[in-house]
């Protein structure tokens, strides 16, 4: 007789459950057939058998054998824990009892979790006979027991009992119904036991005993994977946050600006899902189904802020993102029903660290005028998990520059306030495990709010995945360590992998020497922030104080407010860099990768022939002028073109490092020997990753020593290939695409694509997640050499990209911002004007030009962002003959006034500066008399013949404009 070791429910049998349970006592001897019918069978299945001791022994296998088996249809030498497993047609029978259970009860069964079935069905029904439920034949029966094929890990009861049931259904039938048995520990495990009890008061996961042992004995086809908790996938997108926002400000009426998030929950979350018991986003009512799911990022914030703090702060910050997007707000994902639920409300709150694992991303609420979310326990255990899973890059705090003042200085995790002692010493308890002392967690936490460090998070992980299989040969690096050459220079062309080495040198001075501190800013020729001198300092002070105490202390010693104002280069790198590095005693290595990327654009255009720009490769200058100046135990570690600085950039660092400097090629850094057997070779790195990601036909991928050219052609036929599939009306979509991503001056959002109905093209662009890819919602190019060909392609004649006109993109974006400057984003701040001074001025990008600069509101936000230069900077590369009377005007005005109107940006000082500093008759000036309660004068005649001033157009300009 077949050993049985699991079930396989017969519930299609039209049996009653009386006949079915005879059915089952015919088909065993007549001495144990005996025994049953004297026991107590009921029809509901609440008694199912006598109770003896030995018979239950949870240790110990059943005592009672019939024909080699027990009645609980396993073998007395296997352990008591393999008693069930359950096939694929009893799954779907068993879903079918619990549904009707539930739905009767008047409860959707998306908001039922496993230990919803384990308390309210499985125990009712076993616990006057104390047995598995896999027992009651009512329910199961044995002709559907078998060994098992499948395994179900011990699962988190948090988990929702309808997704997990699914996808085993889906699994098992794979594998055909007739065949397959699944190992469920909900229904195969008793739980009336003390140990149960102790370990659901923990809110732990049973952990089976012998369970290990018996997976790997047994012969199991396949693991299914159970997923994380229920709450983790209770994200809610954008567009279904704004529905509630637009419920909660009709609710709420006048109070909606000063509500607190727990008054939301009380008079709002609360009496709305009373009558189910459940979270709010299970209510179809209030939130669509398809806006739920796996959140993008974790709100964290304190319930005593105001809601429409963290409503308005949260859409700000993801203005970028797409409507899509989901975000996991704990008011609305977890069941606020704390005495009627306590412990799925309880389960909820304890899986806060699991929802932060799958999130991207943490972004911290703040509202300092209420409550300061540093001194609240829980909201510090939120950052702590968001920095233990995805580093300080992943946490994200809206706050303003007095909040982040206050926030900086009283960071103290052993001080934060907490209501259940319990949970303090348990967030205790895990910043240790995370971080070995609470003053670790403190310094890392002050060290990244103080000082707002870029993040490379997305390119050296990209800088991984492709170097995946190459052989390193770091003894070139190792002489020069030891040597006393001050500057290491990594010199090569395009594609070659210099990125790549920065990065795996980084992780290879981390692993070998770690008494060496090291820093690295990776520079981008796509992202202005990446060029940004004072970003730079602030990013490798941040990389330097999290690695030295010293560094640490005398950065610390400064005084938050004056660090988070400074805007001045050389105060900055005397403070943040120069004083602090002066006390650090160890040797300190800091990467510049890419220098050539810092080079002004124009540079790189075929048809330059112009000498290099002065002041034009501001990190360049960096180096040169203040990096320089630090002391002998700094080194550098650099990588470049040999194009940069128009080709002059190696003896110019000659110069700088007169005798101090060695150069290598990429080559000398990857093992030879790993290349010959087919590793990824020598030469242009970046024509593998295409050859290998997009597998494009025609490209020799035996190829091992590719040059730029072969890179090149590698992307030609990439796009003629995808380009040649597309209708004409997709084609112009993709060029479309293309020139937008190419006149952004910062990786483009999604949802600036989205908006300006672009996105569609995504998919479509040739190389579609390898040539182009998204990254942190935003759209990236593979690398410098991709732009650097579509520019040069875009001028051949009968190449496939030959209508791309970038000017285009800078038009479309101009017009795109200039629609959203009421409420402008950071990136509108900076290059909505330097777009519209880019497109050419058609007719409509001048008159929006106009419009804008007579929008004194948003010239007022740009200088408050400190962003006065860039817009005279664009201002001033319009050709004179293309300008228009307000545009010339606005820009002379702006270029004279610029340092004045940002040391008090404000519309009244504007106005006033304007009356004071404008020639009578000028754009600014009937301007200023629109802002300002001064009287209007006109200019009756103009006096003197010219000297000491100069006529322009019937208006006078001081001759220093």
């Avoid at 209007?936 to 300009?957: A, H, M, P, T, Y």
């Amino acid at each position: 007789m077949k050993e049985k070791r699991g079930i396989k429910p017969y519930l299609s049998n039209p049996l009653s459950a009386t006949a079915r349970n005879n059915e089952y006592i015919k088909r065993i001897n007549p001495s144990t057939a005996r025994k049953l019918r004297r026991s107590r069978w009921k029809v509901n299945g609440q008694s199912c058998r006598d109770q003896r001791k030995d018979q239950h022994d949870a240790s110990a296998g059943d005592t009672r054998r019939v024909n080699g088996h027990g009645p609980g249809g396993h073998r007395k030498d296997q352990h008591d824990s393999s008693a069930g497993d359950t096939s694929a047609k009893a799954v779907k029978q068993l879903r079918l009892h619990f549904e009707s259970f539930f739905v009767k009860q008047g409860r959707p069964l998306a908001a039922v979790t496993i230990e919803d079935v384990i308390v309210e069905f499985v125990l009712e029904r076993t616990k006057s006979s104390q047995c598995r439920f896999i027992e009651l034949v009512q329910y199961v029966d044995r002709s559907e027991v078998g060994s098992p094929t499948h395994f179900v890990r011990p699962m988190t009861w948090n988990s929702p009992f309808v997704t997990v049931l699914e996808k085993i259904e889906r699994t098992l039938a794979d594998a055909g119904e007739a065949e397959a048995y699944v190992w469920l520990d909900f229904l195969v495990v008793k739980h009336h036991t003390a140990t149960f009890n102790r370990l659901t008061e923990k809110h732990e996961v049973v952990d089976y005993a012998g369970l290990s042992e018996y997976e790997s004995k047994a012969k199991m086809g396949t693991t299914v994977e159970i997923p994380p908790p229920a709450t983790v996938f209770k994200g809610l997108s954008l567009a279904a946050l704004r529905g509630l926002g637009e419920t909660l400000r009709a609710q709420f009426g006048e109070r909606w600006s000063t509500v607190t998030t727990e008054e939301v929950v009380q008079e709002f979350v609360v009496p709305r899902t009373w009558a189910w018991r459940c979270r709010l986003v299970d209510l179809p009512d209030y939130v669509a189904a398809e806006a739920v799911g796996r959140p993008s990022y974790f709100i964290s914030h304190a319930w005593k802020g105001a809601f429409a703090t963290l409503f308005n702060r949260v859409l700000e910050f993801l203005v970028s993102a797409s409507d899509t997007t989901r975000v996991w707000v704990d008011v609305f994902a977890v069941n606020q029903h704390r005495e009627a639920l306590h412990q799925q409300n309880r389960q909820d709150v304890m899986a806060f660290e699991d929802v932060v694992k799958h999130c991207v991303g943490t972004i911290v609420v703040v509202d300092i005028k209420r409550v300061n979310p540093a001194m609240r326990a829980w909201c510090v255990y939120e950052w702590d998990s968001t920095i233990w899973h995805h580093g300080t890059d992943g946490l994200q705090m809206l706050m303003s520059e007095e909040e982040r003042v206050k926030i900086v200085g009283s960071i103290d995790i052993e001080e934060a306030q907490c209501y259940l002692p319990a949970d303090k010493m348990m967030i205790l308890q895990r910043v240790r495990e995370h971080h070995g002392d609470a003053a670790t967690f403190n310094h890392m936490l002050k060290n990244s709010l103080l000082l707002t460090p870029l993040s490379y998070r997305a390119d050296r992980q990209r800088h991984c995945q492709r170097s995946a299989g190459t052989v390193w040969e770091w003894g070139a690096v190792e002489a020069w360590l030891n040597g006393p050459r001050r500057a290491l220079c990594v010199i090569a062309g395009a594609g070659t992998g210099k990125s790549t080495i920065c990065t795996m040198l980084m992780d290879h001075l981390a692993a070998e020497r770690p008494q060496l501190i090291v820093a690295a800013h990776f520079l981008k020729y796509s992202d202005q922030r990446r060029l940004d001198p004072l970003l730079i300092i602030k990013s490798l002070a941040h990389q330097l104080a999290s690695k030295s105490a010293a560094f640490r202390e005398r950065l610390f010693a400064l005084d938050v407010a004056h660090v988070t104002a400074l805007v001045d280069l050389k105060s900055a790198f005397r403070d943040l860099l120069q004083r602090p590095l002066c006390h650090v005693q160890e040797p300190v290595v800091i990467m510049l990768d890419a220098l050539d990327e810092a080079d002004p654009p124009e540079q790189y255009l075929p048809e330059f022939k112009g000498n290099v720009k002065a002041c034009g490769n501001k990190t360049l200058q960096l180096l040169t002028r203040q990096l320089l100046q630090l002391g002998a135990n700094v080194r550098f570690v650099i990588t470049t073109r040999p194009d940069a600085v128009c080709s002059q950039i190696t003896p110019l660092l000659g110069r700088v490092f007169p005798e101090s400097v060695i150069f290598l090629q990429p080559e000398a850094l990857r093992s030879e020997a790993a290349a010959e057997h087919g590793a990824q070779g020598t030469g242009v790195m970046v024509y593998h990753t295409v050859a290998k990601e997009c597998a494009v036909l025609g490209v020799p991928w035996e190829k091992n020593h590719a040059d730029l050219n072969d890179v090149y052609s590698a992307y030609r036929l990439v796009f003629v290939s995808a380009l040649t599939l597309l209708s004409l009306e997709d084609r112009g979509r993709v060029l479309s695409l293309l020139e937008a991503l190419l006149a952004a001056q910062e990786p483009l959002p999604e949802s600036y694509l989205q908006h300006m109905g672009l996105d569609r093209g995504l998919p479509l662009l040739p190389g579609w997640g390898c040539l182009f890819y998204v990254a942190e919602h935003h759209v990236y190019l593979l690398h410098k050499s991709l732009s650097d060909w579509l520019l040069q392609e875009s001028q051949v004649d009968g190449a496939v990209v030959q209508a791309l006109e970038v000017a285009r993109g800078h038009e479309r974006l101009g017009a795109f911002l200039s629609q959203h400057r009421a409420s402008p984003s950071a990136y509108c701040l900076k290059y909505l004007l330097f777009h519209l001074a880019s497109s050419r001025l058609p007719d409509g990008a001048r008159r929006q030009l106009d419009e804008t600069l007579a929008d004194w509101n948003f010239l007022v936000r740009v200088a408050k962002s400190r962003n006065t230069g860039r817009a005279v900077q664009a201002l001033g590369s319009i050709p004179r003959s293309e300008h228009s009377e307000v545009s010339y005007d606005m820009s002379r005005w702006l270029r004279l006034a610029m340092h004045k109107l940002e040391r008090n940006p404000c519309l009244e000082h504007f106005a006033a500066t304007a009356c004071k500093t404008a020639p009578l008759g000028s754009a600014p000036h009937r301007m200023a008399s629109q802002h300002t309660a001064r009287p209007k004068w006109e200019c009756v005649e103009v006096l003197g013949d010219g000297n000491g001033f100069c006529v322009n157009r019937g208006r006078i300009w001081a001759p220093t404009i």
